[in-house]
């Protein structure tokens, strides 16, 4: 085991120090769970009070607590109370309620996370009220059902909470009293991300009553985006600058039939509320204003592009040109003379003089994708018009002043291409004034419900595609994918699925994984670890591997998840004869969780 051997649970915190465990169950959820369509959940519907509980462990030995694979820590609302207080009184208002309820959504984000993980076959209503559960136990609020509305079919969500305790009324009240507006700004964010991220869309929190305006309890309603008529002040606190796309939830229309085509491609969208996402934001924000290069980096498909355009329209040189040029996909001989343009003469077959990219891009932006593969001579021609803002044409003598804005982009390590000697040291240092990472997918996975959200609705709309939404193991697969070709694969991916999928219905993982295809590594993998979150696959012993064979990858027809599944089931069981025990020793699992999974396939 990674951590600390000496782990004390909660159960354990519980015993020594009296405190009575479970009390937070109100008995107000079960009488209220009868809002939830036609589901019941029990006391034994996991996961359950002493499941979440057992995700607590205390390892004082290393300094360390742990909610499952998550690090907390204990802080004194009080110190939060006064960070608050200096935020507020420092930044304004505004300001500190959108960072305080963005790290809510984040927080929210990545416990809806760990439900999904570790309850992959959790009911949905089941995993919505376990985050109730985990709000309560983080210590943050005491969470009183009122009703909850969640219909699978067309994937709508209408929830009504009372929130009693609220740790930040005490603190918003003790620093400026009884006031005109409600305080449970991290809270009311935690809501946002914990069922966004559940139902893999956007679904919006409002506080309508709070402790911090004089009232008994705080009230607050999450509806699914589209059902609010104004969400544009919600959002305001949940984008960390203004040019994030608020659009990009605007309520559909009812009938995307009757809707004319989106206009704006899904590219132009910037969609996010992860902290990795918000600081590339900011730095852009402070960019822009200025006429400094700007070297953006990071793996393809992060939205480099998307980025380099925004800096332009948010920039002073806006209403100017914005030229891309994908230096990747202009061959070497040609690359010069695009970039730097012409003259009659220069060569056989350039009969007239033109222009190239930074001539047309005067006083705009030029913004130069894929910059490691440009050849040694046109790196020599692009320093000289950083250092001297003057150009040469191609076959020209005369040079030309340019007023360029250059923005560069790689998904290649530029520092390791000096190295090499493939690009030029004092280019790189002229590229690299203000150089902005932006992370993959994997590294901003709170964002994936919102981008889900946002290419769902785009799409739905350029295809005329009403497809309402998507199944809980679509959202469950999804979040668990590892997207190597991050948000680009993500966008190509919800585009096939809204026309696959039926009129009226919703996304399943076979709309977005066709199984015609031969799977990749990376789904078929995915496939096997989604139906083994609990069956732990990854740690299957060698014993276990020689009884149990995992299909291949290359499989000719890729089975199905229950089809593995259930292979894999009757093999560990075969091979322990029928011994239950001993078949989830060989998956490396819990008895009750094999059990319960063996019974679902009908194999005991
Ligand atoms: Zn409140």
């Known amino acids: 085991m990674a951590r600390s051997s000496t782990r004390i649970s909660l159960a354990d915190v519980a015993r020594a120090t009296g405190t009575v ?34 995700c607590l462990f205390f390892s004082p030995g290393d300094g360390r607590i742990w909610l499952q694979d998550q690090r907390m820590v204990l802080l004194h609302t009080e110190a939060l109370g006064s960070l608050r207080r200096e935020m507020v009184d420092s930044l304004g208002t505004k300001q500190a309620r959108g960072l305080f309820t963005r790290a809510g959504y984040v927080s929210g984000a990545r416990d809806a996370q760990l439900v999904r993980k570790q309850w992959p076959d959790a009911d949905p209503s089941a995993a919505a009220i376990a985050g109730t559960r985990l709000h309560a136990l983080e210590g943050v609020v005491k969470v009183e059902l009122v009703q909850v509305v969640y219909d699978a079919k067309s994937g709508s969500y209408e929830g009504e909470f009372l929130w009693h305790n609220s740790s930040e009324d005490d603190e918003h009240i003790a620093a400026y ?7 449970c700004w991290m809270q009311v964010g935690y809501a946002t991300g914990y069922v966004s991220t559940l139902f893999g869309r956007l679904i919006v929190f409002r506080e309508t009553q709070c402790r911090s305006m004089g009232d008994a309890h705080c009230r607050v309603i999450g509806k699914s985006a589209d059902q609010w008529d104004d969400i544009e002040e919600d959002m305001r606190y949940l984008n960390a600058r203004e040019f994030v796309d608020t659009a990009a939830y605007a309520r559909p229309e009812p009938d995307a039939a009757e809707l004319p085509s989106a206009s704006a491609s899904a590219g132009d969208a910037m969609v996010g509320a992860s902290s990795a ?47 891309a040029v994908n230096c990747a996909a202009i061959p070497e001989t040609l690359i010069e003379s695009e970039l730097f343009g012409v003259e009659r003469g220069a060569y056989t077959g350039a ?54 804005r250059v923005v560069a982009a790689t998904n290649e390590t530029l520092r390791q291409a000096v190295r090499e000697g ?5 280019l790189f240092f002229r590229l690299n004034v203000f150089p902005i990472h932006l992370p993959p997918l994997r590294e901003r996975r709170d964002d994936i419900p919102l981008l889900m959200n946002h290419f769902l609705n785009h799409y739905r709309r350029k295809h005329a595609c009403n497809v309402r939404g998507y199944s809980q193991a679509a959202v469950r697969t999804l979040l668990n994918y590892d997207f190597p070709g991050n948000i680009r694969e993500l966008q190509n991916l919800v585009e096939r699925a809204v026309i696959m999928a039926d009129v009226g219905g919703l996304i399943d993982v076979h709309h977005l994984f066709t199984s015609g295809e031969t799977l990749s590594p990376d789904v078929m993998t995915l496939r096997l670890q989604e139906g083994s979150d609990t069956l732990n696959l990854a740690a299957t012993t060698a014993q276990a591997a020689a ?28 091979a322990s004869q029928g011994n239950l025990s001993a078949a989830a020793r060989l998956l490396n699992t819990s008895r009750a969780k094999l059990a319960y999974r063996a019974k679902k396939h009908k194999l005991v």
């Open 351 to 404: 009969s007239v003089s033109r222009p190239g990219r930074f001539e047309r891009a005067s006083g705009g932006t030029l913004f130069l994708d894929e910059i490691g593969t440009l050849s040694f001579v046109a790196q020599g021609k692009l320093l000289r018009a950083l250092q001297e803002g003057e150009i040469e044409r191609v076959g020209g003598t005369r040079s030309i002043p340019v007023d360029v």
């Open 547 to 574: 009884t149990v064979a995992v299909p291949s990858r290359s499989s000719p027809s890729p089975l199905s998840l229950e089809q593995t599944e259930q292979a894999m089931l009757q093999r560990a069981i075969a």
């Open 177 to 183: 009293g009884i006031g005109g507006s409600p305080a």
């Open 422 to 426: 493939k690009f030029r040291e004092d």
């Open 277 to 323: 996402f918000n600081a590339a934001c900011h730095q852009l924000s402070r960019v822009a204003r200025t006429s400094a290069t700007v070297l953006f980096t990071g793996e393809s498909g992060v939205g480099k592009e998307k980025f380099a355009s925004m800096l332009h329209k948010i920039s002073p040189r806006k209403s100017q040109p914005f030229i």
């Open 21 to 54: 465990m479970g009390n937070f169950d109100s008995a107000a959820v079960g009488k209220a769970l009868g809002g939830f369509a036609s589901t019941y959940i029990g006391g034994d519907a996991h996961p359950n009070v002493a499941d979440i509980s057992e």
